[in-house]
């Protein structure tokens, strides 16, 4: 692996540490509502060098002038302040809630829907690419006919089709599964593809046609000999297709089609911005936009590195 | 030409496959216009199963196929129960939308991705090529969603763009010239926001193509032969490396259709993704369908058209 890609691994492991550690790293827990500090812009943190020595935030506008000091490690957050001040790093939503804390939580849910959608695909995707190039034959025309049938149709529009099929108000766990297993399971068909044809390249090599001199029957073939071949190719469709599951779970919560009120993901706190006139009056409702992007470079960097090297 | 004939028979079997499977999994969904109704108390559950049976609900889903199938056949496309008519009308005029935006944003998209391209491919290995890497890295990163609120706030604070929607009041009155202006004013932020989505990819296919074809033994010979730079590039290099991204083309219509659904409905564009939310939204079976089936069909006919592109462009394609 090539020294980039050692960098945007750790990267991306990095980014994916601050989101896992919401509940730590967050300063209030994601549905707790101020609504006297609705929309609240994003505070600056001061420094004191008198006493009481430290950061501190001043109070909201009913509170003119007082000062809150930043108290770290309390109630098992990381940082904090004493009631009845607030703090809110990147400012509040329409109920008071702290956008900093909701991006971190945010994160989770969108960050895991793209992982497990992923691992969903690419595991659907193996096994039937492997399947359609070893055996072939009907079995090849089926799996690659069906394929077709779910290319056919824009990729959005055919998620928003089969999440519209489904229950529409059902819990926020359920909702989360659901999106996963929608993601998951249309996105088989690329890496089916890619896999394929590796499958089909590595079953003419030398060393499948020895194994299978030597007698070995077609599961120890594909166990032994096909499914590492097919590593590198399912590496490099992982990090194409992670983000991509990213973007899609922010385009259907966005959209109104994913995870509920009052659980945060970056796409249903953005459809907060569709009303336009309020995101120009509190632009931080943005961040959750922007959180994304870190993640997309290092996903970007992780799979032109892949790219580059031939190989994983 | 049976080439020919093959391909679009295929793309018509492929879209009747769709029509087919999209209905089954229609009905299978749970809950219809109707059940939507059942919230409201003036409203009896006999009446309601009386408009199920009224509007053939009730029915065999064989039959219900059938019906649908020759309504579309017929080019009414069914019946809409939100717009209480036939869908075309409204399904036609939301296609010319889309079909307009994506179209502009396709052709200003290459018009910058060709040059943009090329160059890249000339200046291979040297410092400007890092720079116009890091320039679409920084595109790419930036979701499409992102973008077009980004966008929009742009044109609400500037004022130099309308905010959203395809046509302002008084669209009807304006004289010929006018519209077209109107509709260009109109156009310019959602086009640009798609084909911005694009260029990055663009790009790269198109510097990989034109790189490759640049280092290909026949650009050598036409070069030994004192073939000039402009000549070698347009005679040369340029037609070998088109057929790659004429297939792109095709390939990535998928995408843009989507990201079009995106933009369209932040920016109020009246095409078929704001229709097919609001279908999908209140039951509307019909438009759901409709749509679904459209954006369908408009993908498999971009793909014909990359196919029977490349088969202009690619002798061996011609041969098979």
């Known amino acids: 692996m090539s020294g980039r890609a050692r960098w945007a691994l750790g990267w991306l492991a990095g980014l994916h540490a601050i989101v896992l550690a919401a509940g730590f790293l967050a300063p209030y827990p994601y549905d707790e509502q101020h609504r006297e500090a609705a929309y609240a812009a994003p505070m600056g943190v001061h420094w004191s060098w008198s006493k009481p020595f430290g950061p501190y935030v001043y109070g909201s506008a009913d509170q003119p002038g007082q000062r809150f000091a930043v108290r770290f490690l309390v109630h098992g957050r990381l940082f904090g302040v004493d009631p009845p001040g607030l703090i809110f790093l990147l400012g509040s939503d329409g109920y008071g809630r702290d956008e900093f804390s909701r991006v971190l939580y945010g994160g989770q849910v969108s960050l895991l829907t793209g992982l497990l959608a992923a691992a969903l695909a690419l595991a659907l995707g193996v096994a039937l690419g492997t399947a359609a190039g070893y055996f072939g034959g009907w079995v090849d025309g089926l799996l690659m006919r069906s394929g077709e049938l779910v290319m056919a149709a824009p990729w959005l529009y055919l998620l928003l089709g089969v999440r519209a099929l489904l229950p529409l108000h059902i819990s926020a766990v359920e909702t989360f599964g659901l999106l996963i297993a929608i993601i998951g399971g249309v996105g088989w068909v690329r890496p089916a593809r890619v896999v394929r044809g590796v499958v089909l390249g590595a079953r003419e090599s030398g060393y499948v046609e020895a194994a299978r001199g030597f007698g070995a029957g077609p599961w120890h073939v594909i166990r032994r000999h096909i499914l590492p071949a097919t590593l590198p190719v399912t590496a490099t469709q992982a990090t194409v297709l992670i983000p991509q599951y990213i973007l899609a779970e922010v385009a259907l919560s966005f959209l109104g089609f994913g995870v509920g009120e009052p659980v945060p993901s970056w796409g249903n706190m953005l459809s907060e911005a569709r009303q336009y006139h309020s995101l120009l009056e509190h632009p931080w409702l943005l961040a959750p936009g922007l959180a994304a992007i870190p993640i997309l470079l290092g996903y970007l960097t992780l799979a032109d590195a892949l790219a580059d090297g031939g190989e994983g | ?29 749970p809950g219809d216009f109707y059940s939507e109704l ?283």
Do not use: C
């Open chain 2, 38 to 320: 059942r919230t409201d108390p003036r409203i009896s559950t006999g009446a309601i199963e009386g408009m199920r049976e009224q509007a053939g609900l009730r029915r065999s889903w064989a039959a219900q196929y059938g019906e649908w199938a020759r309504s579309v056949a017929k080019g009414d496309f069914g019946y809409s129960l939100t717009y209480g008519g036939p869908v075309a009308p409204i399904l036609w005029e939301r296609m010319r939308a889309t079909l307009l935006l994506t179209g502009t944003a396709t052709l200003a998209a290459w018009l910058l991705a060709l040059p943009l391209g090329v160059w890249n491919a000339a200046v291979r290995g040297t410092w400007k090529e890092t720079a116009a890497r890091a320039g679409m890295a920084g595109l790419i990163v930036m979701p499409d969603l992102l973008l077009a609120i980004l966008f929009l706030l742009l044109a609400v604070r500037t004022g130099w763009f309308p905010a959203g929607g395809m046509r302002s009041a008084g669209f009807e009155e304006m004289s010929g010239g006018r519209r077209a202006a109107d509709l260009a004013w109109h156009l310019a932020l959602p086009a640009g926001v798609l084909a911005l989505g694009m260029l990055p990819g663009l790009v790269r296919h198109v510097r990989s193509a034109v790189a490759s074809a640049m280092d290909a033994p026949f650009a050598e010979a036409a070069r030994a032969h004192g073939v000039g730079r402009r000549r070698r590039l347009f005679r040369h290099v340029l037609p070998a490396a088109a057929g790659p991204l004429v297939s792109l083309f095709g390939l990535s219509l998928g995408t843009l259709l989507s990201a079009s659904l995106l933009v369209e409905v932040v920016m109020g564009w009246p095409g078929l993704g704001p229709l097919f939310l609001n279908a999908l939204m209140e039951r509307d079976v019909a438009v759901a369908l409709a749509v679904g089936l459209f954006s369908a069909a408009l993908l498999v006919a971009g793909n014909l058209i990359a196919d029977l592109l490349l088969m202009g462009f690619d002798p061996r394609v011609r041969a098979q």
């Open chain 2, 1 to 29: 030409m049976r080439y020919v004939a093959r391909r679009i028979a295929h793309g018509l079997l492929l879209l009747a496959a769709v029509s087919v499977v999209s209905f089954l999994f229609a009905k299978l969904a």
